[in-house]
Protein backbone atom coordinates (compact mmCIF):
# COMPACT_ATOMS: atom_id res chain seq x y z
CA UNK A 1 0.00 0.00 0.00
CA UNK A 2 1.13 3.43 -0.81
CA UNK A 3 1.81 5.82 1.68
CA UNK A 4 1.37 9.60 0.79
CA UNK A 5 3.72 12.19 2.33
CA UNK A 6 3.22 15.88 1.57
CA UNK A 7 5.49 18.42 1.72
CA UNK A 8 6.14 22.57 1.15
CA UNK A 9 9.74 23.18 0.34
CA UNK A 10 11.44 26.16 -1.38
CA UNK A 11 12.07 26.55 -5.10
CA UNK A 12 15.47 25.60 -4.61
CA UNK A 13 14.75 22.20 -3.17
CA UNK A 14 12.11 21.37 -4.83
CA UNK A 15 12.53 22.48 -8.59
CA UNK A 16 16.31 21.11 -8.60
CA UNK A 17 16.58 17.59 -9.18
CA UNK A 18 19.89 16.65 -6.89
CA UNK A 19 18.66 19.04 -4.08
CA UNK A 20 15.35 17.54 -3.78
CA UNK A 21 16.61 13.92 -4.13
CA UNK A 22 18.84 14.46 -1.27
CA UNK A 23 15.75 16.23 0.95
CA UNK A 24 13.98 13.06 0.09
CA UNK A 25 17.14 10.74 0.97
CA UNK A 26 17.04 12.69 4.63
CA UNK A 27 13.92 12.37 5.34
CA UNK A 28 13.32 8.40 4.53
CA UNK A 29 16.64 7.24 3.74
CA UNK A 30 18.46 4.82 1.62
CA UNK A 31 16.22 1.57 1.46
CA UNK A 32 12.39 3.45 1.03
CA UNK A 33 10.95 3.22 -2.44
CA UNK A 34 9.45 6.67 -3.41
CA UNK A 35 8.08 8.72 -6.37
CA UNK A 36 7.44 11.95 -6.68
CA UNK A 37 3.56 11.96 -7.38
CA UNK A 38 2.74 15.95 -7.81
CA UNK A 39 4.56 18.95 -7.83
CA UNK A 40 2.56 22.69 -7.49
CA UNK A 41 4.17 26.27 -7.18
CA UNK A 42 1.80 28.49 -4.98
CA UNK A 43 2.67 31.62 -5.61
CA UNK A 44 -0.16 33.28 -3.32
CA UNK A 45 2.21 34.55 -0.68
CA UNK A 46 5.04 36.88 -0.67
CA UNK A 47 7.52 33.90 -0.14
CA UNK A 48 6.80 31.10 -2.85
CA UNK A 49 6.54 27.86 -2.48
CA UNK A 50 6.04 24.32 -3.67
CA UNK A 51 4.23 21.11 -2.79
CA UNK A 52 5.40 18.41 -3.78
CA UNK A 53 3.44 14.76 -2.89
CA UNK A 54 5.45 11.78 -2.67
CA UNK A 55 4.45 8.37 -2.78
CA UNK A 56 6.13 5.95 -0.16
CA UNK A 57 6.10 2.16 -0.54
CA UNK A 58 6.69 0.08 2.57
CA UNK A 59 6.69 -3.33 0.84
CA UNK A 60 8.19 -2.93 -2.65
CA UNK A 61 5.58 -1.89 -5.02
CA UNK A 62 5.33 0.85 -7.54
CA UNK A 63 4.32 3.87 -5.50
CA UNK A 64 2.79 4.71 -9.16
CA UNK A 65 2.62 2.49 -11.70
CA UNK A 66 2.55 2.98 -15.09
CA UNK A 67 -0.40 1.27 -16.59
CA UNK A 68 -0.21 2.27 -20.26
CA UNK A 69 1.74 -0.18 -22.89
CA UNK A 70 1.69 0.56 -26.82
CA UNK A 71 -0.46 -1.63 -28.51
CA UNK A 72 1.21 -5.29 -29.72
CA UNK A 73 -1.66 -6.24 -31.72
CA UNK A 74 -1.95 -5.93 -35.56
CA UNK A 75 -4.86 -4.60 -37.53
CA UNK A 76 -4.22 -4.57 -41.15
CA UNK A 77 -6.65 -7.37 -42.25
CA UNK A 78 -9.34 -5.93 -39.71
CA UNK A 79 -12.36 -3.70 -40.45
CA UNK A 80 -11.44 -0.32 -41.46
CA UNK A 81 -12.58 3.50 -39.43
CA UNK A 82 -11.84 6.37 -41.48
CA UNK A 83 -10.57 9.06 -39.35
CA UNK A 84 -10.52 12.84 -41.18
CA UNK A 85 -7.76 14.84 -38.85
CA UNK A 86 -4.12 13.96 -37.59
CA UNK A 87 -4.92 16.36 -34.49
CA UNK A 88 -5.24 14.79 -31.24
CA UNK A 89 -8.17 14.09 -31.37
CA UNK A 90 -7.30 12.18 -34.56
CA UNK A 91 -4.41 10.74 -33.61
CA UNK A 92 -5.60 9.54 -30.28
CA UNK A 93 -8.84 7.94 -31.90
CA UNK A 94 -6.42 6.25 -33.94
CA UNK A 95 -4.66 4.58 -31.45
CA UNK A 96 -7.47 3.49 -29.50
CA UNK A 97 -8.61 1.92 -32.73
CA UNK A 98 -5.75 -0.17 -32.74
CA UNK A 99 -6.42 -1.28 -29.05
CA UNK A 100 -9.94 -2.50 -30.02
CA UNK A 101 -9.01 -4.54 -32.98
CA UNK A 102 -9.93 -1.61 -35.98
CA UNK A 103 -7.61 -0.60 -38.70
CA UNK A 104 -7.55 3.22 -38.15
CA UNK A 105 -7.39 5.29 -41.48
CA UNK A 106 -6.25 8.44 -41.04
CA UNK A 107 -6.68 11.31 -43.66
CA UNK A 108 -5.08 14.82 -42.87
CA UNK A 109 -5.08 17.13 -45.66
CA UNK A 110 -1.37 18.79 -44.49
CA UNK A 111 1.85 17.63 -44.33
CA UNK A 112 3.88 15.44 -41.95
CA UNK A 113 5.92 17.82 -38.88
CA UNK A 114 8.88 17.60 -40.24
CA UNK A 115 7.69 18.79 -43.91
CA UNK A 116 5.23 21.04 -42.28
CA UNK A 117 7.91 23.11 -40.61
CA UNK A 118 8.91 24.89 -44.20
CA UNK A 119 5.70 25.66 -44.81
CA UNK A 120 5.41 27.84 -41.31
CA UNK A 121 8.87 29.58 -42.02
CA UNK A 122 7.30 30.42 -45.02
CA UNK A 123 4.55 32.09 -43.44
CA UNK A 124 7.22 33.96 -41.36
CA UNK A 125 9.61 34.64 -43.64
CA UNK A 126 7.71 35.35 -46.90
CA UNK A 127 3.84 36.28 -46.02
CA UNK A 128 2.84 33.29 -47.72
CA UNK A 129 0.35 31.10 -46.66
CA UNK A 130 0.16 27.48 -47.30
CA UNK A 131 -4.53 26.78 -46.81
CA UNK A 132 -3.35 23.09 -46.18
CA UNK A 133 -0.25 23.30 -44.17
CA UNK A 134 0.61 26.19 -41.48
CA UNK A 135 -0.01 26.38 -37.90
CA UNK A 136 -3.76 24.92 -38.15
CA UNK A 137 -3.24 22.28 -40.08
CA UNK A 138 -0.93 19.16 -40.93
CA UNK A 139 0.49 16.30 -38.61
CA UNK A 140 -0.36 16.93 -34.84
CA UNK A 141 -3.09 19.93 -35.93
CA UNK A 142 -2.87 23.10 -34.07
CA UNK A 143 -1.31 22.31 -30.54
CA UNK A 144 1.70 21.13 -32.17
CA UNK A 145 3.19 24.49 -32.97
CA UNK A 146 1.41 26.34 -30.79
CA UNK A 147 2.86 25.39 -27.36
CA UNK A 148 1.54 21.68 -26.46
CA UNK A 149 0.05 22.81 -22.82
CA UNK A 150 -1.56 19.99 -21.65
CA UNK A 151 -3.72 21.71 -18.79
CA UNK A 152 -7.58 20.75 -18.57
CA UNK A 153 -10.39 21.15 -16.53
CA UNK A 154 -12.50 18.27 -17.54
CA UNK A 155 -10.77 15.67 -15.56
CA UNK A 156 -14.97 14.59 -15.50
CA UNK A 157 -14.92 13.11 -19.65
CA UNK A 158 -12.42 10.98 -19.30
CA UNK A 159 -8.86 9.28 -17.91
CA UNK A 160 -6.39 12.48 -18.03
CA UNK A 161 -3.55 9.96 -16.72
CA UNK A 162 -3.58 7.93 -19.40
CA UNK A 163 -3.82 10.54 -21.94
CA UNK A 164 -0.62 11.59 -20.35
CA UNK A 165 1.22 7.85 -20.46
CA UNK A 166 0.52 7.64 -23.72
CA UNK A 167 2.16 10.98 -24.12
CA UNK A 168 5.05 9.69 -21.75
CA UNK A 169 5.38 6.05 -23.77
CA UNK A 170 5.47 8.33 -26.71
CA UNK A 171 8.84 10.21 -25.49
CA UNK A 172 7.47 12.95 -23.13
CA UNK A 173 9.09 13.80 -20.47
CA UNK A 174 7.60 11.82 -17.27
CA UNK A 175 7.45 15.19 -15.36
CA UNK A 176 4.00 16.06 -17.57
CA UNK A 177 2.39 13.37 -14.48
CA UNK A 178 4.00 15.35 -11.60
CA UNK A 179 3.36 19.46 -12.69
CA UNK A 180 -0.01 20.53 -12.21
CA UNK A 181 0.05 22.60 -15.24
CA UNK A 182 2.26 20.07 -17.76
CA UNK A 183 3.45 21.12 -20.63
CA UNK A 184 5.51 19.56 -23.28
CA UNK A 185 6.79 22.59 -25.69
CA UNK A 186 6.62 23.01 -29.21
CA UNK A 187 10.53 21.60 -29.77
CA UNK A 188 9.42 18.29 -28.60
CA UNK A 189 6.04 17.89 -29.40
CA UNK A 190 6.58 16.99 -32.91
CA UNK A 191 9.03 14.28 -32.04
CA UNK A 192 6.44 12.82 -29.52
CA UNK A 193 3.94 13.31 -32.37
CA UNK A 194 6.29 11.59 -34.87
CA UNK A 195 6.72 8.49 -32.38
CA UNK A 196 2.76 8.19 -32.19
CA UNK A 197 2.41 7.93 -36.13
CA UNK A 198 4.96 5.35 -36.39
CA UNK A 199 3.23 3.27 -33.49
CA UNK A 200 -0.06 3.73 -35.39
CA UNK A 201 1.61 2.36 -38.65
CA UNK A 202 3.80 -0.26 -37.31
CA UNK A 203 0.12 -1.97 -35.91
CA UNK A 204 -0.84 -1.68 -39.33
CA UNK A 205 -2.82 1.71 -39.74
CA UNK A 206 -2.71 4.24 -42.44
CA UNK A 207 -2.00 7.84 -42.69
CA UNK A 208 -2.38 9.49 -45.88
CA UNK A 209 -1.20 13.44 -45.71
CA UNK A 210 -1.56 15.89 -48.48
CA UNK A 211 -5.30 14.38 -48.49
CA UNK A 212 -8.22 16.60 -48.51
CA UNK A 213 -11.68 15.32 -47.93
CA UNK A 214 -13.78 17.17 -51.04
CA UNK A 215 -17.02 15.26 -50.10
CA UNK A 216 -18.86 12.79 -48.19
CA UNK A 217 -20.50 9.94 -49.21
CA UNK A 218 -24.08 9.76 -47.58
CA UNK A 219 -26.82 6.62 -48.39
CA UNK A 220 -30.25 6.68 -46.57
CA UNK A 221 -28.96 8.64 -44.14
CA UNK A 222 -25.86 6.90 -43.32
CA UNK A 223 -22.37 7.47 -44.29
CA UNK A 224 -20.01 5.15 -46.64
CA UNK A 225 -17.40 6.89 -46.64
CA UNK A 226 -15.22 10.26 -48.13
CA UNK A 227 -14.25 11.13 -51.17
CA UNK A 228 -10.72 12.57 -51.51
CA UNK A 229 -8.75 14.84 -53.69
CA UNK A 230 -7.77 12.93 -56.36
CA UNK A 231 -11.09 11.13 -56.68
CA UNK A 232 -10.90 8.41 -54.80
CA UNK A 233 -13.35 6.83 -52.37
CA UNK A 234 -12.23 6.21 -48.71
CA UNK A 235 -15.25 3.44 -46.81
CA UNK A 236 -15.19 2.15 -43.72
CA UNK A 237 -17.28 1.09 -40.80
CA UNK A 238 -17.96 4.71 -39.92
CA UNK A 239 -16.27 8.17 -40.30
CA UNK A 240 -14.74 10.31 -36.99
CA UNK A 241 -15.03 13.37 -37.98
CA UNK A 242 -11.58 14.89 -36.22
CA UNK A 243 -10.86 18.30 -38.43
CA UNK A 244 -9.89 21.08 -35.77
CA UNK A 245 -11.62 24.33 -35.24
CA UNK A 246 -10.58 25.76 -38.42
CA UNK A 247 -11.41 24.01 -41.14
CA UNK A 248 -13.92 26.21 -42.47
CA UNK A 249 -14.13 24.20 -45.90
CA UNK A 250 -15.48 21.11 -44.15
CA UNK A 251 -18.12 22.89 -42.06
CA UNK A 252 -19.39 24.19 -45.52
CA UNK A 253 -19.45 20.64 -47.43
CA UNK A 254 -21.11 19.50 -43.87
CA UNK A 255 -23.67 22.01 -44.76
CA UNK A 256 -24.00 21.05 -48.81
CA UNK A 257 -24.37 17.66 -48.24
CA UNK A 258 -27.45 17.86 -45.76
CA UNK A 259 -25.31 17.14 -42.67
CA UNK A 260 -26.68 19.16 -39.73
CA UNK A 261 -24.71 22.13 -37.72
CA UNK A 262 -25.01 24.85 -36.07
CA UNK A 263 -24.00 28.21 -34.98
CA UNK A 264 -22.18 28.25 -32.11
CA UNK A 265 -20.40 30.75 -29.49
CA UNK A 266 -16.93 31.34 -29.59
CA UNK A 267 -14.10 34.28 -27.83
CA UNK A 268 -12.85 36.92 -30.00
CA UNK A 269 -9.74 39.39 -28.78
CA UNK A 270 -5.94 40.07 -29.05
CA UNK A 271 -2.97 39.11 -27.96
CA UNK A 272 -1.19 41.07 -25.32
CA UNK A 273 2.45 40.66 -24.49
CA UNK A 274 4.58 41.57 -21.40
CA UNK A 275 8.23 41.40 -20.49
CA UNK A 276 8.59 38.13 -18.52
CA UNK A 277 10.43 39.90 -15.69
CA UNK A 278 7.07 42.26 -15.63
CA UNK A 279 4.96 38.76 -15.05
CA UNK A 280 7.08 37.30 -12.73
CA UNK A 281 7.19 40.60 -10.70
CA UNK A 282 3.41 40.59 -10.88
CA UNK A 283 3.54 36.55 -9.67
CA UNK A 284 6.05 36.12 -7.91
CA UNK A 285 5.85 39.34 -5.13
CA UNK A 286 10.06 40.41 -6.38
CA UNK A 287 12.73 41.84 -8.62
CA UNK A 288 13.88 38.93 -10.06
CA UNK A 289 12.69 35.01 -10.09
CA UNK A 290 15.84 33.71 -9.82
CA UNK A 291 17.55 30.62 -10.93
CA UNK A 292 15.14 27.72 -10.09
CA UNK A 293 11.40 29.56 -10.43
CA UNK A 294 9.85 28.90 -13.95
CA UNK A 295 8.61 31.71 -15.58
CA UNK A 296 5.53 32.75 -14.68
CA UNK A 297 1.98 32.25 -15.86
CA UNK A 298 -1.41 34.20 -15.16
CA UNK A 299 -5.09 33.91 -15.45
CA UNK A 300 -7.08 36.89 -15.67
CA UNK A 301 -10.92 37.07 -15.99
CA UNK A 302 -13.82 40.00 -15.53
CA UNK A 303 -17.64 40.56 -16.17
CA UNK A 304 -17.87 43.65 -18.66
CA UNK A 305 -21.50 45.66 -19.74
CA UNK A 306 -22.18 46.61 -23.24
CA UNK A 307 -25.60 48.00 -24.12
CA UNK A 308 -27.22 45.82 -21.45
CA UNK A 309 -25.91 42.75 -21.75
CA UNK A 310 -22.97 41.03 -19.58
CA UNK A 311 -19.78 39.30 -21.42
CA UNK A 312 -17.08 37.67 -19.97
CA UNK A 313 -13.53 39.28 -20.37
CA UNK A 314 -11.02 36.57 -19.61
CA UNK A 315 -7.22 35.66 -20.86
CA UNK A 316 -6.52 32.24 -22.96
CA UNK A 317 -3.75 29.94 -23.67
CA UNK A 318 -0.99 31.98 -21.76
CA UNK A 319 2.45 31.31 -22.79
CA UNK A 320 5.08 32.30 -20.62
CA UNK A 321 8.34 33.02 -22.21
CA UNK A 322 7.08 32.44 -25.09
CA UNK A 323 6.48 33.41 -28.66
CA UNK A 324 3.51 34.83 -30.75
CA UNK A 325 2.73 33.13 -34.20
CA UNK A 326 0.95 33.54 -37.37
CA UNK A 327 -1.73 31.03 -36.85
CA UNK A 328 -3.48 32.33 -40.19
CA UNK A 329 -5.15 29.43 -42.72
CA UNK A 330 -5.26 31.43 -45.77
CA UNK A 331 -4.21 34.35 -47.26
CA UNK A 332 -5.94 38.12 -46.72
CA UNK A 333 -6.60 36.83 -43.04
CA UNK A 334 -4.51 38.17 -39.49
CA UNK A 335 -5.00 35.48 -37.07
CA UNK A 336 -2.08 35.52 -34.05
CA UNK A 337 -1.42 32.74 -31.57
CA UNK A 338 0.90 31.65 -28.52
CA UNK A 339 3.48 28.94 -28.09
CA UNK A 340 6.33 28.30 -25.70
CA UNK A 341 9.14 26.38 -26.05
CA UNK A 342 9.90 23.31 -23.62
CA UNK A 343 12.02 25.56 -21.54
CA UNK A 344 10.19 28.49 -21.85
CA UNK A 345 13.08 30.77 -21.91
CA UNK A 346 11.80 33.79 -23.80
CA UNK A 347 12.22 37.10 -22.90
CA UNK A 348 8.36 37.96 -23.73
CA UNK A 349 5.24 36.48 -21.99
CA UNK A 350 2.41 36.42 -24.12
CA UNK A 351 -1.57 35.42 -23.50
CA UNK A 352 -5.13 35.92 -25.83
CA UNK A 353 -7.02 38.34 -24.08
CA UNK A 354 -10.60 37.56 -25.36
CA UNK A 355 -14.13 38.25 -25.19
CA UNK A 356 -17.26 35.99 -25.15
CA UNK A 357 -19.28 36.38 -28.38
CA UNK A 358 -22.95 34.44 -28.22
CA UNK A 359 -25.13 33.75 -30.60
CA UNK A 360 -27.37 36.81 -29.76
CA UNK A 361 -24.50 39.25 -30.18
CA UNK A 362 -24.47 38.01 -34.30
CA UNK A 363 -27.75 39.10 -34.89
CA UNK A 364 -26.19 41.87 -38.23
CA UNK A 365 -25.33 37.90 -39.11
CA UNK A 366 -28.23 36.55 -39.10
CA UNK A 367 -29.02 35.51 -43.05
CA UNK A 368 -25.73 34.12 -42.55
CA UNK A 369 -27.74 31.26 -40.77
CA UNK A 370 -25.10 28.51 -39.24
CA UNK A 371 -22.04 30.58 -40.25
CA UNK A 372 -22.89 33.66 -38.47
CA UNK A 373 -20.56 33.16 -35.90
CA UNK A 374 -18.39 32.39 -38.30
CA UNK A 375 -18.80 34.94 -41.05
CA UNK A 376 -17.98 37.39 -37.82
CA UNK A 377 -15.21 35.84 -37.39
CA UNK A 378 -13.96 35.61 -40.43
CA UNK A 379 -14.58 39.49 -41.58
CA UNK A 380 -13.10 40.70 -38.16
CA UNK A 381 -9.37 38.39 -39.39
CA UNK A 382 -9.77 40.54 -42.54
CA UNK A 383 -9.96 43.92 -42.06
CA UNK A 384 -6.88 43.24 -39.36
CA UNK A 385 -5.61 42.04 -42.38
CA UNK A 386 -6.47 45.19 -44.81
CA UNK A 387 -5.49 47.40 -41.72
CA UNK A 388 -2.11 46.11 -41.42
CA UNK A 389 -1.23 46.30 -45.10
CA UNK A 390 -2.55 43.07 -46.39
CA UNK A 391 0.20 40.56 -45.40
CA UNK A 392 1.10 38.47 -42.24
CA UNK A 393 2.44 41.74 -41.00
CA UNK A 394 -0.16 42.27 -38.09
CA UNK A 395 -1.63 45.44 -36.27
CA UNK A 396 -0.26 46.34 -33.17
CA UNK A 397 -0.72 48.89 -29.90
CA UNK A 398 1.08 49.39 -27.40
CA UNK A 399 -1.39 48.07 -24.40
CA UNK A 400 -2.12 51.75 -22.58
CA UNK A 401 -1.97 53.45 -26.04
CA UNK A 402 -4.90 50.90 -27.27
CA UNK A 403 -6.95 51.37 -23.81
CA UNK A 404 -7.08 55.22 -24.70
CA UNK A 405 -7.56 54.54 -28.14
CA UNK A 406 -4.73 56.57 -29.75
CA UNK A 407 -2.40 55.26 -32.33
CA UNK A 408 1.33 54.27 -30.88
CA UNK A 409 3.80 56.18 -32.29
CA UNK A 410 6.61 53.74 -31.75
CA UNK A 411 6.49 49.63 -30.97
CA UNK A 412 8.19 47.65 -28.13
CA UNK A 413 9.97 44.32 -29.63
CA UNK A 414 8.12 41.70 -30.37
CA UNK A 415 8.21 37.64 -30.64
CA UNK A 416 6.54 37.95 -33.74
CA UNK A 417 8.53 37.09 -36.80
CA UNK A 418 6.45 38.62 -39.40
CA UNK A 419 6.71 42.30 -38.17
CA UNK A 420 4.44 44.79 -37.06
CA UNK A 421 1.90 48.05 -38.29
CA UNK A 422 1.43 49.95 -36.01
CA UNK A 423 -2.35 50.50 -35.83
CA UNK A 424 -5.11 51.92 -33.85
CA UNK A 425 -7.19 48.82 -33.63
CA UNK A 426 -10.64 50.86 -32.38
CA UNK A 427 -10.76 51.25 -36.44
CA UNK A 428 -11.39 47.64 -37.24
CA UNK A 429 -12.55 45.85 -34.05
CA UNK A 430 -16.34 45.87 -33.10
CA UNK A 431 -17.15 48.32 -31.19
CA UNK A 432 -18.60 45.63 -28.54
CA UNK A 433 -15.07 44.06 -28.76
CA UNK A 434 -13.13 46.97 -28.43
CA UNK A 435 -14.90 48.70 -25.12
CA UNK A 436 -15.20 45.42 -23.47
CA UNK A 437 -11.57 44.33 -23.93
CA UNK A 438 -10.81 48.65 -22.76
CA UNK A 439 -12.93 47.46 -19.43
CA UNK A 440 -11.05 44.25 -19.56
CA UNK A 441 -7.43 45.33 -19.61
CA UNK A 442 -8.08 48.15 -17.23
CA UNK A 443 -9.60 45.71 -14.55
CA UNK A 444 -6.50 43.26 -14.95
CA UNK A 445 -4.45 46.32 -14.15
CA UNK A 446 -6.47 47.01 -11.09
CA UNK A 447 -5.90 43.45 -9.56
CA UNK A 448 -2.15 42.66 -11.08
CA UNK A 449 -0.41 46.04 -10.32
CA UNK A 450 2.19 46.88 -13.23
CA UNK A 451 0.17 44.69 -16.42
CA UNK A 452 -1.57 48.03 -17.21
CA UNK A 453 1.87 49.16 -18.85
CA UNK A 454 2.84 50.66 -22.34
CA UNK A 455 5.49 48.32 -22.22
CA UNK A 456 3.09 45.46 -22.94
CA UNK A 457 1.51 45.48 -26.78
CA UNK A 458 -1.36 44.09 -28.03
CA UNK A 459 -1.54 42.64 -31.69
CA UNK A 460 -4.26 41.07 -33.51
CA UNK A 461 -6.41 39.21 -33.47
CA UNK A 462 -6.84 36.12 -31.53
CA UNK A 463 -9.98 34.82 -32.72
CA UNK A 464 -9.12 31.02 -33.62
CA UNK A 465 -10.68 29.98 -29.75
CA UNK A 466 -12.05 27.45 -30.44
CA UNK A 467 -14.99 26.50 -33.32
CA UNK A 468 -17.45 28.99 -34.42
CA UNK A 469 -19.60 25.86 -35.64
CA UNK A 470 -21.30 23.10 -33.85
CA UNK A 471 -22.08 19.45 -35.14
CA UNK A 472 -24.56 18.28 -33.10
CA UNK A 473 -24.31 14.25 -31.79
CA UNK A 474 -26.11 11.90 -29.60
CA UNK A 475 -24.98 12.44 -25.84
CA UNK A 476 -25.25 8.67 -25.45
CA UNK A 477 -23.62 7.03 -28.55
CA UNK A 478 -21.68 10.48 -29.70
CA UNK A 479 -23.14 9.50 -33.76
CA UNK A 480 -24.73 12.76 -35.27
CA UNK A 481 -28.26 13.35 -34.40
CA UNK A 482 -29.17 12.29 -38.13
CA UNK A 483 -26.33 10.57 -40.15
CA UNK A 484 -25.31 7.03 -39.01
CA UNK A 485 -21.97 5.93 -38.65
CA UNK A 486 -20.65 9.43 -38.67
CA UNK A 487 -19.00 10.39 -35.07
CA UNK A 488 -18.18 14.55 -34.68
CA UNK A 489 -14.84 14.32 -32.68
CA UNK A 490 -12.87 17.32 -30.40
CA UNK A 491 -12.30 20.83 -30.94
CA UNK A 492 -14.12 21.40 -34.51
CA UNK A 493 -17.15 19.77 -33.87
CA UNK A 494 -16.93 21.94 -30.38
CA UNK A 495 -16.77 19.39 -27.69
CA UNK A 496 -12.98 19.93 -26.73
CA UNK A 497 -10.57 22.78 -26.00
CA UNK A 498 -7.13 21.56 -26.46
CA UNK A 499 -4.93 18.90 -26.55
CA UNK A 500 -5.82 16.79 -23.46
CA UNK A 501 -9.65 17.08 -23.80
CA UNK A 502 -9.54 16.47 -27.43
CA UNK A 503 -7.34 13.33 -27.35
CA UNK A 504 -10.06 12.06 -24.71
CA UNK A 505 -12.72 12.78 -26.99
CA UNK A 506 -11.04 11.24 -30.41
CA UNK A 507 -10.67 7.94 -27.38
CA UNK A 508 -14.47 8.04 -26.46
CA UNK A 509 -15.70 8.50 -30.30
CA UNK A 510 -13.62 5.08 -31.38
CA UNK A 511 -14.88 3.44 -28.38
CA UNK A 512 -18.39 4.32 -29.36
CA UNK A 513 -18.19 3.34 -32.73
CA UNK A 514 -16.49 0.03 -31.99
CA UNK A 515 -18.91 -0.65 -29.57
CA UNK A 516 -21.56 -0.01 -32.19
CA UNK A 517 -20.71 -1.10 -35.25
CA UNK A 518 -17.94 -4.37 -34.23
CA UNK A 519 -20.15 -5.15 -30.93
CA UNK A 520 -16.91 -5.08 -28.81
CA UNK A 521 -17.77 -3.89 -25.24
CA UNK A 522 -15.11 -1.22 -24.40
Same mark, same amino acid.
Given at each position: ??????????????????????????????????????????? !?????????????????????????????? #?????????????????????????????? =?????????????????????? &????? =???? %??????????????????????????????????????? &??????? #???????? $????????????????????????????????????????????????????????????????????????????????????? #?????????? %? #????????????????????????????????????????????????????????????????????????????? $???????????????????????????????????? !???????????????????????????????????? %???????????? !??????????????????????????????????????? !??????????????????????????????????????
Amino acid at each position: MTKILRYRLKPEIALDEASFAAFVHAKLGDTAQWKLLKRSIDA !RSKRVSVEVEIGLSEKGENPRPFLYEKPTN #HVANKPEVVIIGAGPAGLFAALRCIELGAK =PIVLERGKDVQERRRDLAAINK &EHKVN =PDSN %YCFGEGGAGTYSDGKLYTRSKKRGDVTRILEILVAHGSD &ENILVDT #HPHIGTNK $LPKVIADMRETILSRGGKIHFNTRVEDFVIQNQEIKGVKIQDGSIVEGIGVILATGHSARDIFRLLQKSGIKIESKPFALGLRVE #HPQTIIDQIQ %Y #HCDSRGEFLPAAAYSLATQTQFEGKQRGVFSFCMCPGGFIVPAATADGEIVVNGMSPSKRDSKFANSGIVVAVENED $LQAYEEEGDFKALAFQAEVEQNACLAAGGTQTAPAQ !RLVDFVKGRISTNLPDCSYQPGLASVNMKEFLPESI %YLRLVDGFKSFG !RKSKGYYTNEAQVLGVESRTSSPVHVPRNRETLEHVEVK !RLFPCGEGAGYAGGIMSAAIDGEKCAEKLIEAYLDIRC
